[in-house]
């Protein structure tokens, strides 16, 4: 169990364009979601929290209104990148935990996402 | 603000030998979890082992064990009997909700 899916798992987009990320959380309800970014050889970065029904929380730093979070329900959160340009290309991950266990996160598959 | 420092950029090992990754951190968090976390190539983030700050026992998982030291801040994994498919990238991980990653260790085993 506690399986979490992101779809696509690669995307190319041109600069200018948006474009979202979807996570899911297959068999379990995810009550916080978390937006991870990872440059190419590098560590994990958070970017924001979800919580559902609630605005994301966004780390310092992390334009909140280009990288628009959504979590509308207990299995789903979207990450849109908006105006995309190639320093937004990266790998996004996110990750999901049950209520009450916020410090167990099951991480999805990742998307990279590559602008041109 | 919390800060997870990985000093070994790249370990090689023996296979069935054992290995000590380092990890120290900085937390203003009184109550926090420490991870170690499993990246092989495919990128899929794999949890190794979980430490609970407030437990003074450390955390084992098969072959996995940690040295905990609070006061030092300090969260090193073993990994006894390397094997082949331990091979990969390792992060350090604290939190309590969304997570602060160290730089990661870059994990060699040699047949």
């Known amino acids: 169990g506690a399986v979490v899916s992101q779809h696509p798992s690669w995307v190319i987009c041109k600069s200018g364009t948006s474009v979202k990320i979807e996570c899911r959380s297959l068999?379990?309800?995810?009550?916080?979601m978390f937006w991870y970014r990872q440059f190419p050889k590098q560590s994990l970065m958070l970017m924001a929290t979800?919580?559902?029904?609630?605005?994301?929380?966004?780390e310092q730093g992390v334009e909140k209104d280009k990288f628009l979070i959504n979590h509308a329900s207990l299995t789903l959160s979207t990450l849109t990148v908006t105006s995309a340009h190639p320093e937004d290309s990266s790998f996004y991950i996110c990750?999901?935990?049950?209520?009450?266990?916020?410090?167990?996160?099951?991480f999805g598959p990742g998307t990279r996402l590559t602008v041109t | 603000a919390q800060t997870v420092t990985q000093s070994q950029p790249e370990m090689s090992v023996q296979e069935a030998e054992t290995v000590t990754l380092s990890c120290t951190y900085d937390?203003?968090?009184?109550?926090?979890?420490l991870f170690w976390y499993k990246q092989p190539p495919s990128r899929q983030m794999i949890l190794v082992i979980r430490?609970?700050?407030?437990?003074?026992q450390n955390a084992t998982e098969n072959r996995f064990s940690v040295n905990f030291q609070k006061a030092a801040k300090s969260f090193s994994l073993k990994i006894s009997d390397s094997q082949l498919g331990d091979a990969a990238m390792y992060f350090c991980?604290?939190?309590?909700?969304?997570?602060?990653f160290g730089k990661g260790t870059h994990l060699i085993i040699q047949p």
């Open positions: 990750s999901a935990s049950r209520a009450l266990e916020v410090y167990e996160q099951y």
């Open positions: 068999d379990f309800q995810a009550t916080t």
């Open positions: 979800s919580n559902e029904g609630s605005k994301a929380t966004y």
């Open positions: 937390t203003s968090e009184s109550d926090y979890y």
């Open positions: 430490q609970e700050a407030y437990k003074q």
């Open positions: 991980a604290s939190g309590a909700d969304g997570l602060t």
